[in-house]
Nanobody, 119 residues
Framework: QVQLVESGGGLVQAGGSLRLSCAAS????????MGWYRQSPGKQRELVAS???????DYADSVKGRFTISRDNAKNTVYLQMTSLRPEDTAVYYC?????????????WGQGTQVTVSS
């Protein structure tokens, strides 16, 4: 089992910045890729950014050049640095981890953290 706890959300004006953190605990040795998803009211949850254990990253087109995902494997923590925030970035942001243990692939989610960008 893996537990994920997010922090760092809040209210920010358009153009501002926020940094989200997600700390993993439990069977962290089994974690491969980690990522951030977001969901706003009436919309499906969407991938924002992901990072492999080796550091390969992927981003949604809407955040490329503005958001940066990073990972500290020693601290079992993944970060999302968000800059040039826009009102459309307002959503609940969820941390995600994919873990492989005894050939079983499992997906874990954090509880979510609200990000609100005012215009």
């Amino acid at each position: 089992q893996v537990q994920l706890v997010e922090s760092g959300g809040g209210l920010v004006q358009a153009g501002g910045s926020l940094r989200l953190s997600c700390a993993a605990s439990g069977s962290t040795f089994s974690i491969n890729a980690m990522g951030w998803y977001r969901q706003s009211p009436g919309k499906q949850r969407e991938l924002v950014a992901s990072i492999s254990r080796g550091g390969t990253t992927d981003y949604a087109d809407s955040v490329k050049g503005r958001f940066t995902i990073s990972r500290d494997n020693a601290k079992n923590t993944v970060y999302l640095q968000m800059t040039s925030l826009r009102p459309e970035d307002t959503a609940v942001y969820y941390c995600n981890a994919n873990a492989l243990n005894s050939l079983v692939l499992s997906t874990y989610w954090g509880q979510g953290t609200q990000v609100t960008v005012s215009s």
